[in-house]
């Protein structure tokens, strides 16, 4: 007897089950490849950017004069932008106006802004009180004239000979001067403030095969001093800037041999304006 499967017909509101979809379409992931990549591209092209400050300050300046900035302008009424409207349309003058009092003050000209003399006083007294804990702490080195302290810009100024710290014609650190530069790590390490090393030379020209000129041996000097405090503990080396003056800033003149020895030397300025 031959039998007859019968088969379910689908209603009309059933949707058959290969038919059904799940998750995003196929094109999404790709899309979200893409984009990634393209966030991944600009944010390297972020990282590779670098700021130009001579350009920026020329492009500021541009601005500054183009548009006019004015540092003080006293107003009573609330600031008005100016409209099109009148200044193409209009014979009248659009008068913009701002509240009360705009100010603007670089970081060089806070610099040299005047103090106070209560202020002064105060900053005298603090780092004549600071010059002498240093002059304390190194009174054998300056009494044994290895070491000299003097009232910088700002701050206290070390001045080494070269006669205690260098040979003739050389950057090579004496031995015998090594250890007043371990005691000066430590006074450094207990003051706040940049730390500016300086070298200077007299007026007598020098070339060698390894200071072709006055300008190499002073920075050379002046490298040697930073790369022995910085390899004995300095706590910040981070605070050091080296700069080299050759024979251009004489504290004598160099008319005899005892002056040009003077002027051969090097400056440590911490700069500890504020310091107590």
Not at 86 to 101: A, D, W
Not at 178 to 192: A, E, H, I, R, S
Not at 221 to 237: E, G, I, Q, T
Request: hydrophobic letters at 40%.
């Amino acid at each position: 007897m031959n039998e007859k499967t019968e088969v379910a017909e689908p209603e009309d509101d059933e949707v058959p089950e290969e038919e059904v979809s799940e998750g995003a379409p196929a094109w999404l992931a790709t899309f979200a490849d893409l984009m990634s990549l393209l966030m991944c591209f600009f944010v390297l092209l972020l990282s590779f950017s670098e700021i130009d400050i001579q350009k920026y300050k020329q492009v500021a300046g541009s601005m500054k004069f183009a548009f006019g900035v004015q540092r003080e302008i006293k107003a009573d009424e609330i600031p008005k932008a100016e409209s099109i409207v009148m200044r193409e349309f209009n014979p009248g003058r659009p008068e913009p106006t701002v509240i009360k009092t705009i100010r603007q003050q670089t970081q060089e000209e806070m610099r040299r802004t005047p103090r106070s003399p209560e202020e002064s006083n105060a900053a005298s007294e603090a780092l004549e009180r600071l010059l002498a804990r240093v002059r304390e702490q190194l009174a054998a080195e300056i009494d044994d004239e290895a070491l000299e302290l003097f009232v910088g810009e700002g701050g206290v100024m070390i001045r080494v000979r070269e006669r205690d710290a260098f040979p003739s014609g050389s950057a090579s650190l004496q031995a015998g001067f090594k250890p007043v530069l371990d005691k000066l790590v430590t006074v450094l390490n207990g003051l706040q403030g940049e730390v500016v090393v300086a070298g200077h030379t007299d007026d007598v020209p020098i070339d060698t095969a390894s200071y072709p000129s006055n300008w190499v041996l002073s920075s050379a000097r002046a490298a040697s001093v930073v790369h022995y405090l910085a390899n004995a503990a300095l706590d910040d080396p981070s605070r050091i800037e080296i700069r080299a003056y050759a024979d251009t800033r004489p504290i004598v003149s160099n008319d005899t041999a005892a002056n040009r020895a003077r002027n051969r030397r090097v400056e440590i300025n911490v700069n500890v304006d504020g310091a107590s």
